[in-house]
């Protein structure tokens, strides 16, 4: 037999022999570990959950029109297409025209109201959206001065910027409460406002993105260098704040992070000293039959490491259940899980444990094998 | 006496201001079967310790296979130890999670290669041969006490040194226990033995007879 194949078997036969034991230490690193890696992903995760609670605040990005005029549709399509589909929360494309209703000057807003809804989610609606081309949500100063509700039907008329008279009768579907300059808007969707006023460009688009506030950078960058008709802008306001908090949440999390591994830390060099405070006769047994104190410290670090390994593991899963279910309760929102995490949390658990190992162990080898002939 | 594997010359061991060997001088020849007694306080564990190399002389000289292992280093000491020595204890002292043929194999794996079938051998030799893969929890004490015997000889060590070798066992267990001294000593072992038991120093070859730290008699058989 192989001598690496004895230290193996030794090593494994004190663990799993001595299950009882070995078990308390296996979850004194569990623990440890599954609070570790836990943090760790809530840490990484952060960025992407309050980027999606951030949403909730409205456009992060606008794309106006460089020098004058007017958005083409061809060209806010193309912009559009350059946001991945999967961090886009809501594009909303806009064309304001100046409207009166009963001699009261108003603006009407020509939208798609499916990306409204999405790019203003904070909008309170009494009633509902509009589903019909003749049906338009008005904002509640509007609702205040023409003295209208849901359901009510009225005429606006105007006169487009080429000079040309429009006039149109609509129902209202809902009233729009946003505390905002929105709620003297009047806003239906695209092709109502197209059918009355007739073809028009688009004077403002309002994107929702979830994205770190670099990656917004480089969207808007590369949105300008591919539609050169829009410039593309972040809202400082929203962008701004998300990353103050996003980066002082981090921080806090950071924090905790470090103090729990110094918990983990001296949980595990606790454990462990007593592991090894009563295996004390066991290693003057191994000197007074020849072993020598470096070959007892291999022995006791290999168990430790196997111990860091095996609850480097077990933390590794329970990290994720932990962090799923704070994910669950706190954001309401699945969390995403990091495979690299695993191996990770192994790694930091033996480094924890070998580390909370060494000192104990280096103490151990002072014993005297003489205690093994007093038998004490 | 060219044939000596173990000399001590006027060995003391003082601790503090009590001395626990005074002046003591032995000479164990190669094959002989040597007992130790004396009362609690004698300088018996003291006398094991310095011949098992587990502790060293204040003064005095210990000559053991040639070689002055008084001035040697701890490490040292224990490589002399792995290498010449097998020590068979009172209270066993086996490993409670390796199993009987495991405990020899580890005596093996510190002195040089594991080899299980050596170490089945050696079980064999003592009758254990069908209780190898058994833990010390599921062995009688004269079970654990043989597998100590058999972790002792498993590296051919020049000198088997026992401490109350029957000393938690019963009068059956004593039996076999000394038959199988018997066999070792006839195989041309040279043992050492520290017993209370007159029963057990009444084999052995020479009797020394330790008081208050010195020799106080001995008795040849």
Redesign the interface.
Known sequence: ???Q???L??IT??L???RSRMIVALLAVAIGATILSGLVTIYYDIPRQMGQEFRSYGANMILTPSGGGRITPEDAARAAALIPPENAVGIAPYRYENIKINEQPFIAAGTELEGARGASPYWFVSGRWPEETGEALIGQEVADIIGIGPGGVFTLSGITADGDGFKGEFTVSGVVQTGGAEEAFVFMSLEALGDIAGGGGLDVVECSVSAPQTELEELAERIGAGTPGVTARLVRRVTQSEVTVLSKLQALVYLVTAVVLMLTMICVATTMMAVVAERR??IG????????NG?IIREFLGEGLLLGGLGGLLGAILGFVFAHTVSINVFGRPILFKPLLVPVTMLVSIAVTGLSCLLPVRRATDV???I????E | MGNNILELREISKIYGSVGALRDVSLTVSQGEWIAIMGPSGSGK?TM??II?C??KPTSGAVILDGMDISRESQ?GL??I???KIG?I???F?L????TAL?NV???Q???S????GEALRALQRVGLGERARH?PSQLSGGEQQRVCIA?ALINYPRLILA?EPTGNLDETNEGIVLDIFRQLHGEGSTIIVVTHDPEVAEDAQRTIVLEHGRVARVTHS
């Open positions: 037999m192989k001598r194949t004895m230290y078997r030794m036969s004190s799993v022999r001595r006769r066991e047994l191994k000197k007074a039959l020849g072993a020598p070959e005297d094998p003489a093994v002939l007093r038998g | 564990t094991m310790n098992g587990m502790d490490k224990t490589n130890r792995r290498d020590l204890f009172q209270q002292h490993i409670n999670y390796l495991e194999m580890v005596a794996y510190y002195h290669m594991p080899d299980e833990l972790r401490d």
